[in-house]
């Protein structure tokens, strides 16, 4: 990564919410960490079998998680992808918001990782 690109995430929200909690940041970038892998490959499933209404139901429940760490490119994705879900005009556009959503949020938690490992 270019050290001069701006990490795709902001922590500010999510310290603000947690009292400026340096150990509750940390607990909750672990959290997401863990959570949101196994969630990516629950929407690539689902999308593929053409199971739109689980792949917007995933999409509802982890936006908050990515609006807390202001990743503001996924949300762009994550709502249309909820939203393109639930019209069946749109459905075929699915797997490929899914993968957008894949590729940008591994690079997010490639970089979290990395900044985790620093903050321990």
């Given at each position: 990564m270019n050290t001069h690109e701006p990490k795709p995430y902001n922590l500010k929200k999510l310290?603000?919410?947690?009292?400026?909690?340096?150990?509750?940041?940390?607990?909750?970038?672990?959290?997401?960490?863990?959570?949101?892998?196994?969630?990516?490959v629950l929407l690539k499933e689902n999308a593929a079998r053409g199971c739109f209404d689980e792949v917007a139901t995933i999409a509802?429940?982890?936006?908050?998680?990515?609006?807390?760490?202001?990743?503001?490119?996924?949300?762009k994705?994550?709502?249309?992808?909820?939203?393109f879900?639930?019209?069946?005009?749109?459905?075929?556009?699915?797997?490929a918001l899914v993968e957008e959503l894949t590729i940008t949020l591994e690079f997010a938690l490639k970089i979290m990782a990395?900044?985790?490992?620093?903050m321990s």
């Open positions: 310290s603000g919410f947690l009292g400026d909690d340096p150990q509750q940041v940390i607990e909750m970038i672990g959290l997401f960490l863990e959570t949101i892998p196994p969630e990516l509802h429940r982890i936006k908050p998680s990515l609006d807390v760490f202001d990743l503001q490119q996924a949300m994705v994550i709502r249309t992808l909820e939203l879900s639930k019209d069946d005009v749109h459905q075929r556009e699915v797997s990395d900044e985790l490992h620093t």
